[in-house]
């Protein structure tokens, strides 16, 4: 009974701190695109990066097209719209679709693990990266990873300023980033359903 008890209160020890770790480190990821393609996302970027897809518009003449492209990639990679993402003409589609402040809302409001203020080494290719301007006070520009440069920096894809392969970061003029991970599950949550198991049989 003793060793039970012990037992149990080092597994309740042991999740709270994993719950605790996985938060400051990754947050669990809840939603992942099942069959996204990051691949397919990277060659679209690309193939658009410079030359524009004529079978959609784009928003340069009202600001700005990064989170239009960056939309399109994820589309192309197997992302399947939604009915607070989507785009069907210029006037019809989701503020989501094409606007980098709803877009950050919309996949953090869907469930998908946004990390602000990345590592390189969390900044994947065909996944997006967000940049927030003080200044605006909101998120105001989106890009999108298409793989790592000779020295392993990762690099992006956007449009407005249309280029490729360039270092992720942008330069200093951003007051933080953030990725969204499309579907890379949380290395953690193993572990974490683990415990969770265990947990289940002691009560058995």
């Not at 149990?8 to 099942?34: C, D, R, W, Y």
């Not at 006037?91 to 409001?109: E, H, I, L, V």
């Not at 579907?183 to 415990?195: E, K």
Request: glycine residues 8%; hydrophobic residues 40%.
């Amino acid at each position: 009974m003793r060793t039970n008890i012990v037992y149990k209160g080092i597994s309740l020890l042991l999740t709270v701190l994993l719950l605790l770790g996985m938060e400051v480190v990754m947050p669990m990821n809840q939603v992942s695109a099942s069959g996204y393609d990051a691949s397919a996302a990277v060659s679209y970027a690309k193939t658009y990066w410079s030359n524009y897809n004529s079978s959609y518009v784009n928003y340069n003449d009202i600001g700005n097209d990064g989170a239009n492209f960056v939309s399109q990639c994820l589309h192309a990679g197997g992302l399947e719209m939604t009915d607070g993402w989507y785009w069907y003409s210029r006037n019809n589609r989701s503020a989501s679709w094409a606007s980098c402040p709803s877009m950050y809302d919309y996949f953090k409001g869907a469930g998908y693990t946004m990390i602000e203020n990345p590592s390189d080494n969390q900044i994947l290719a065909g996944n997006p990266v967000l940049y927030y301007s003080s200044a605006k006070g909101r998120w105001s520009y989106a890009a999108i990873c298409v793989g790592r440069d000779s020295s392993g920096m990762p690099v992006v894809a956007a449009h407005n300023h249309d280029y490729y392969g360039l270092d992720w970061k942008l330069g200093t003029g951003w007051s933080k980033r953030c990725t969204i991970l499309m579907n890379t599950q949380n290395p953690l949550s193993n572990l974490f359903l683990w415990i969770k198991n265990v947990m289940r049989l002691e009560r058995l």
